[in-house]
């Protein structure tokens, strides 16, 4: 567990910060061809607005020259001049009189320079551009346009256009849409001071050609980039599909109890998510590699331990049939009852230690005063005379030492670390306990007057059945795994547990507990 918490530390930040992301990589391959197609279709658009404005302008400038080329003309000369600019311009003219009554039409004077398309006739190929310029205009909500249709009546006053130009005494531009969704410009204009008007009326096919022309450009274009977003996409899914089934190949070889044989890729090359996925795969197998190491290692240590005192209890109870000396007898019994007792605290050491990762795992963590705790342990333990006549002082400073925990986790721990120091400590020798918080953190020393600890043990009595006691202490009392439980449970406070010399320099030694401080 420590190591785990040591490799996350150190290790990877576990997100995928960098510029090539694989989220950023996917989200581009799959916008980017969205990004084109509505760009074109709104390019689309807008170029259409722009041939139309422009068309606006040649019809306003188109109709107010031709007024004035009429103004002051014969009437014969009125009617060639609509003629020859009809045919010239393939537009149709109308000269309204005063009275709004049609004077004269360049339809009826000549055969008519345009005719509009009847829809009827058109083949597949007309329909479906049709239909395209219609899905357009729903896609970029164009505004709706007036269909074309010629007044029954030959007034003035059935034009729009040509009733405000009359009112008005200025030029007036309108847009209709024929059936085939070809646009339509009028174009009013007054001629000369008589009340006289001009209406042309243009079919602008040549606007719908240049729309439709650049919208097969745009198609052209798409197709491009959905190739190539096809084959990115292609691209992408390679590089995702490959390690992830050699992390499923190297995965399945672990479950299959063969991981000392698997070398799981890190892909240090790789900063994207896939990259932190086979290197948290890979942190992931070394830890259940030390996972196992430490089960199997523990495993041989419990053998071995129990190994010792069954011996012993076997030879006792071998022995106890063959031995008729009261005295002799009465010693063997003890040796057997010793025996099983040490069996006994072994067992239930060893069950605590196995079950400390899994109840951390699923305990609620509440706030708790250290300081309470440890002074209501250390009244309980005087209460009990636990501690063989040893005083026990307690120093609080820094303000109220609060941490988050699991508090029966806690209690166990500083009861370890006193019950180290009564062992090691002379007979009526004080023990010091000072808890103290400084910054964001809770410490908590357990300092004794016994012989101390080498500077190069001070990591070996936190290992499992790790029993170094004083020569006066009857052997089997402890099963050496009280301070190796202590920091699994330390860690498993984010805290630590490390041993010290004692800072006055006095012989003896200190066990210091970290913990995180509570809010």
């Not at 795994?481 to 006095?506: C, F, K, V």
Request: some cysteine; charged content about 25%.
């Amino acid at each position: 567990m420590a190591d785990a918490k040591r490799n996350g530390a150190s290790g990877e930040q576990l997100t995928a910060t960098g510029r090539f992301a694989l989220t950023a990589r996917i989200l581009a391959v799959n916008i980017l061809p969205l990004a084109v197609m509505g760009g074109g279709l709104f390019y689309l658009d807008s170029y259409r607005t722009q041939l139309i404005d422009e068309r606006f302008k040649l019809a306003r400038i188109e109709a107010q020259i031709t007024a004035e080329a009429l103004a002051g003309a014969t009437r014969e000369r009125q009617e060639a001049l609509l003629v020859q600019i009809g045919k010239e311009q393939r537009m149709r003219l109308r000269m309204f009189d005063k009275n709004g009554k049609l004077a004269a039409d360049s339809f009826e004077l000549a055969d008519p320079s345009f005719r509009f398309n009847d829809i009827n006739d058109d083949d597949w190929e007309q329909r479906f551009s049709r239909w395209l310029d219609r899905t357009v205009d729903t896609i970029v909500s164009a505004e709706a346009v007036q269909d074309y249709v010629e007044p029954e009546g030959k007034q003035a006053d059935a034009w729009p256009e040509l009733a405000r130009a009359r009112e008005l005494g200025l030029s007036q531009v309108r847009l209709y849409d024929w059936r085939d969704g070809t646009p339509v410009i009028t174009a009013a204009a007054p001629v000369g001071l008589q009340g006289a008007t001009l209406l042309t009326v243009r079919n602008a096919v040549d606007i719908t050609e240049s729309v439709r022309a650049a919208r097969t450009t745009l198609g052209f274009a798409m197709l491009l980039v959905l190739g190539a977003s096809a084959l990115l996409s292609l691209f992408l899914a390679r590089t995702i599909v490959t390690p992830l089934r050699q992390l499923a190949r190297a995965a399945v070889r672990v479950r299959q109890g063969r991981e000392r044989e698997v070398e799981v890729p890190r892909l240090p090359q790789r900063s994207d998510e896939i990259g932190l996925l086979a290197r948290a795969v890979s942190d992931m197998t070394t830890a259940l590699r030390g996972r196992i190491d430490a089960v199997d290692s523990f495993a041989a240590d419990v053998a071995h331990e129990i190994k010792n005192p069954l011996a012993s209890l076997r030879s006792a109870i071998e022995s106890l049939p063959r031995v008729e000396d009261p005295a002799l007898r009465n010693e063997l019994i003890q040796i057997a009852t010793h025996d099983v007792r040490r069996i006994s605290r072994l067992v239930t050491e060893i069950s605590d230690a196995s079950r400390i990762d899994a109840e951390m795992s699923r305990a609620i963590l509440e706030t708790i005063d250290l300081g309470k705790l440890v002074g209501a342990i250390i009244g309980g333990r005087e209460d009990r005379a636990e501690n063989g006549g040893r005083p026990i002082a307690l120093n609080i400073a820094g303000g109220v030492p609060r941490v988050r925990g699991v508090g029966a986790r806690l209690e166990r721990v500083v009861e370890n670390l006193l019950d180290n120091a009564v062992s090691f400590s002379p007979p009526h020798a004080p023990i010091e306990v000072e808890i103290a918080r400084t910054g964001q953190w809770v410490t908590l020393t357990v300092c004794d007057h016994g012989p101390g600890i080498p500077e190069g043990s001070r990591e070996k009595v936190f290992q499992r059945f790790h029993s170094v006691r004083p020569d006066e202490e009857a052997f089997g009392n402890h099963s050496g795994l009280g301070l190796a439980i202590g920091r699994a449970i330390a860690e498993a406070h984010d805290g630590t547990l490390t041993a010290e010399s004692r800072p006055d320099g006095a012989p003896g030694a200190c066990l210091r507990l970290r913990l995180p401080a509570a809010a």
